[in-house]
DNA sequence: GTCTATACACCGATAGAC
DNA sequence: GTCTATCGGTGTATAGAC
């Protein structure tokens, strides 16, 4: 076979591992399944990788810190912060409909990383919540709106219903549900928020 | 040995099963793992089993549909609805912070069975919504108040965020945090229903 | 019915030819 | 560097003695 540099092998790896646990789940992601999806030899894993642990780990610093979870939709001006979060979590939503293989295997590798105790997936989430923090406040500068919780605790329950609504939606892939349950949680959110317009309220 | 029903012997092994799960996940659950954790022989699983399969199966049946999660403290009187939901969703974590492990394995049950395309997981869910439905639909006439959004859309909502909180807290342990996002949690979620007291906005 | 011993597939990892 | 062939270990499941 053709010769490859080692970085752009574990690259090509670290995608193909990705792809199989998205489409079969972590357990069936043997590196024979790994390779074979990547078009190698057994032995190229070996030689590009120590062990199938170390490239559980840099997959999972490298893909989820990719993860940006866009909270936040692209066009601001003019809207409530209640549709600012409606369309922010509505877009994480079609996000997950169009690779919900991706979320599981994010949601399987944080089990992962918390069982082989790894310090990885309490960074990762640090990050998210830093990154929910500053769409929450951008959102309230947006609308002229003031948090009446401390934003990081508005943070926190941001993050953990995009994975609750990941779970629930992986279930039972009920569109209207989910639809119905997003606004509401953007409205129960909103209203942790007071607004400084005459317009509202 | 001594001579144990079959159905005696399948409990001890369920409950074993659950328990290595919960202490070591579901990838290091091997049949051997089990029967160790029941101080069984290797045979004797497959005497009362037909496969590992067929166990996991019957645990999350079995085990998930035991799973009540409270959601309203015991005493429900003169308690406004945002105390009730803070105080449910409290103790919610309180009963995870005793035993982390338990919680973690529903989650990796919940996972195996939607890789496994076992229709569990559904079902599980639907009744975990159901439940959250009559707490939500208790809560609502103890405290006089009227849901504004479709009771259904409350409870999905509340039990994506449990299972939100869960993965948070499981990732990060902070208790402190975790506490307050609660309590935000409650708040936001009351905004959703009006009071018909006239002591109340 | 319960055990020990074992079959057989697959795992991660490596040796050694090229 | 890349491959094929193979090692040692563990997994689920079973055969057969008692």
Chains 1, 2 share one sequence.
Do not use: N
């Amino acid at each position: 076979m053709a010769r490859i540099p080692v970085e752009e092998r574990r690259e090509a790896l670290i995608d193909a591992a990705f792809r199989v646990i998205g489409e079969q789940g972590l357990s069936r992601a043997s590196t024979r399944a790994i390779v074979a999806e990547a078009g190698m030899s057994l032995a190229s894993f070996h030689y590009a990788f120590e062990s199938r642990d170390q490239l559980l780990e840099l997959l999972i610093t490298e893909v989820l810190a990719s993860e940006q979870r866009a909270i936040l939709p692209a066009d601001l001006k003019g809207k409530s912060l209640t549709e600012l979060l409606t369309e922010g979590l509505q877009g994480y939503l079609d996000h997950l409909r169009a690779d919900p293989g991706r979320e599981q295997a994010m949601l399987e590798l944080t089990q992962y990383a918390l069982r082989s105790a790894l310090p990885l997936a309490e960074g990762q989430y640090a990050q998210y919540t830093r990154f929910a923090l500053e769409s929450l406040e951008l959102a309230a500068r947006q609308t002229d709106s003031e948090w009446t919780v401390p934003t990081p605790v508005v943070a926190r329950l941001l993050v953990a219903l995009t994975d609750g609504f990941t779970i629930s939606w992986l279930i039972d892939r009920d569109d209207a549900h989910a639809r119905a349950s997003v606004e509401a949680a953007a409205t129960a959110i909103a209203s942790l928020a007071t607004s400084k317009r005459r317009s509202q309220q």
